[in-house]
C-alpha cells in the first residue's frame, strides 16, 4: 500500500513561546509525537508532506487574524519540527487538497491513504480529511499526532462529520 503522511500546521505561529494565548497546544508533546510518526513514515518509505496554512499579508488580515500571515516568521515551520523531505505546500483554506499542486501530486504518485497529522484536529486537518474523502481518496486521522483546542461541542460535530465521510482515526 503506498501511504503519504501530511503534516498539517506545524508553524510557529501555533508553537512557538510568541504564539497567540488561544493556542494552547503543548508544543513539546505534540512536536515530539509529530516527529515520531515523522520518522516512522519515512523509514518506512512514505512519503513526508508538510502544509502551511498561509494567509494573504494585508491590513485587514493582520488586524483580523495576526497569524500565519504571509512572509513573517510565525508562518513558517516550527524550528523543532524535524524536515526529512522537500515537499512542502502552502494552503489558503482548511482542505490543504485545494492546492492543485498538492492535488496533482497525491494524484500522480498514486498513494492509496493520506495519513493525517498536526493542527488543529476539528480545524484544518478534518477539513483536509473531508476534502480528501469528497475526491475519492482515503484519509485517515493519525490520533497520536493530532490534537484541538476547539471546544467539545465543536469536536463532536467534527468527529460525527469524518464518520459520515467514512473517515477513521488509526
Do not use: W
Not at 68 to 93: M, N, P, Q, R, W
Not at 143 to 170: C, D, H, M, N, W
Amino acid at each position: 500500500m503506498k501511504t503519504a503522511l501530511l503534516v498539517i500546521d506545524m508553524q510557529n505561529d501555533y508553537l512557538y513561546e510568541k504564539r497567540k494565548s488561544r493556542f494552547t497546544y503543548n508544543t513539546v508533546e505534540l512536536t515530539a509525537a509529530v516527529n515520531m510518526l515523522i520518522h516512522r513514515y519515512a523509514d518506512s518509505g512514505s512519503d513526508v508532506i508538510y502544509i502551511r496554512h498561509i494567509i494573504q499579508n494585508l491590513p485587514t488580515n493582520r488586524l483580523l487574524f495576526g497569524y500565519s500571515i504571509a512572509g513573517t516568521e510565525g508562518a513558517e515551520l516550527y524550528a523543532g519540527l524535524d524536515i526529512v523531505s522537500e515537499h512542502i505546500f502552502d494552503k489558503l483554506l482548511g482542505d490543504a487538497l485545494t492546492n492543485k499542486e498538492l492535488l496533482a501530486m497525491v494524484r500522480e504518485k498514486g498513494y492509496d491513504e493520506l495519513h493525517i497529522c498536526g493542527l488543529d484536529e476539528f480545524g484544518c486537518v478534518t477539513s483536509t480529511a473531508l476534502g480528501a474523502a469528497k475526491r475519492g481518496i482515503t484519509a485517515k486521522i493519525v490520533r497520536s499526532g493530532t490534537v484541538s483546542v476547539f471546544p467539545e461541542k465543536k469536536q463532536k460535530k467534527g468527529r460525527e462529520k469524518l464518520a459520515e465521510a467514512g473517515v477513521e482515526y488509526i
